[in-house]
């Protein structure tokens, strides 16, 4: 076993991630979608919502947590809005299909908009409003997830890290494309440093007792037991605005959790009353604005580009060499991972062999 | 001269300001207008964006940077959205009747947005989504400002401070309602400290070294000079995601100035290339969602205050008596400004006196 990372092809690991999903059930259309949202995020050099969470899809396949056929359901329409329900599908297939809506919506009105009741872990947030951006729009979406940052003067995970992305097209190679969790960290960000065994940051993570804690698996564990809980953009207390980072947590949780009657908080826990573990009920809102109801679309590229270029010019701070834009560093990764492959870290060479193993995937010779 | 806080009557100020504005030549109907927002500032205990910001107005309107009568042109409209231009009026008045707008679109459509160009401050962000909770749908409203904020890595200040506001109607006597700006701070709490005599605490605002700056009266100079910057909401550098803010700020500048292809960072300084001073050309983007066309208002309603309850139940920190939720404290302030009126500080009190006389409204008589 080589102990060390290994960089994988892209398109090996994405046909790899579209065979585990067909052999866990999932249609081949569906698994094409999963694992297009999976590879997104690596390609973004966003380790922790890539293939370094197919394991955590496996597992919740495999223990009927989430189901590999997905119902989407829609529930009420109007002009301009929708309220689905994915009925414990898969959250990728549940995201694309109610982006797409929103999307098209939005083509014809203007906006379009839709809350999603009942479904799972969609992957990363940002590739969403990436779908609104191809069809020359704004795009928006947002999700609650399981408890895990405490509201400012609590310690207590309640709200889930709730990120917000939102994405605007430029005319540059790339759009301006935010997606960031509402908490200063997310889990995803510990579960990496755990695989690669190095300390969270003071300032992240409290403990039961307001401060702060650094062991990445313990931090893993004290999650699951509400002993940790992440603190929200601004930190804690109120000196630097912790409760903004918290305020906008608790509109993620309205917008995904409101909209369509549905859990929150602790509620989207997957824990059921006899303590039995049970689907997660997630909610998202999605939503489209289309920019030609406002003024030409070029016009619109050319006006955001200059507001980057502008950005990227300032004056930079001793000792920094570059200023970047959202989606920045991502599109350069891009690249980076296009050329050298994947990265995978030991501890996912053992879960990609144990998911490999589990399936029959013999056809895959990877070297580790 | 009594040097100390005066508190006024909450009618008397608004009353107060509506002859101001009027003898600067607003509208009757307009002034009600401005005053209103202005006022509400005060309940709400925000004093930056009150009475506290009248002689800015007063000083703008004498300098012919913003328009007394203001011409409110749809320049362009769809059934979800409209594109307006403010020529430089009252952008309280711009505000109102383009949020109205808005509501009025998502009430037959489910959504409305309205992107607003050539607009004047509109005083506090917040006052716009709560025309759309009154209305028993979610508001938003973003605008952006003179540049102030430094993006990550940066010392210039480029972003205004940008505020996002979100309203959601819930089932208790008070709505959710977050306005905060994407900067850990904002100039008018500089103000206020600066009205107060106290220094600005550590991470807060940065020089052009990078340093901390505290004294906030050299921190309004040095923010003429472009010397002083204020930091994102998560502070500065990357490792308390600090970019996040910065991205934030930057999601607010495309909003405001890309939908309606007008000016942004820079061009929002409000001085002409020969250094004589123009109006600010800012802009705002308005929306409204109709709740009703995903759930019934009532159960929105329901989920959202459970939702506040929970959070506010949460387990308190070591010594923490109460956890807040976002326009919670701001509630019980107006319970003490209407008992025991608007707090006038000896500053302020001067900047009265000083509008009072040159606009000859003898007829208040306030006890400074």
Redesign the interface.
Known sequence: MIEETCYIPVSTLQSFMVDVFIALGVPPKDAATCSEVLITSDLRGIESHGIGRLKMYFDRIMKGLQKPVTTFEVV?E????A?VDGHHGMGQVIGVRSMQMAIDKARV?????V?VRNSTHFGIDGYYPLMAVQAGM?GFSVTNARPSI???????P??GTNP?A?G?PTDEDFP?L?D?ATS??QRGKIEVLARKGQPV?D??V?G???NFVSDPDAILEGFAKEENALLP????GE???G???Y??A??V???S??????Q???GLLGVAEDGSLKPNCIGHFFMA???E???PLA??KA??G???R??RA?????G?E?????GEKEFENEKTVRQQGVPVLPKLQNEIRTIQAALGLTQYHFPF
């Open positions: 009420h109007s002009p301009t809005t309220l009105y203007g906006m379009g908009s809350a704004i405490a509201p400012t003067f609590s310690v207590r309640m709200l917000i939102f605007a301006f935010f960031a200063i960290t940051p300032g992240w409290i039961r007792d307001g953009l601004g930190g804690a000196l630097l605005a409760y903004k980072g305020g906008l608790t509109i949780e309205i917008l959790a409101s909209l369509q009657s549905g929150f908080l602790y604005i289309n920019i109801a406002f003024v016009e619109f006006t955001t200059a507001i980057l502008e950005l300032a004056t930079k701070a001793p920094q570059r200023i970047y834009t959202a």
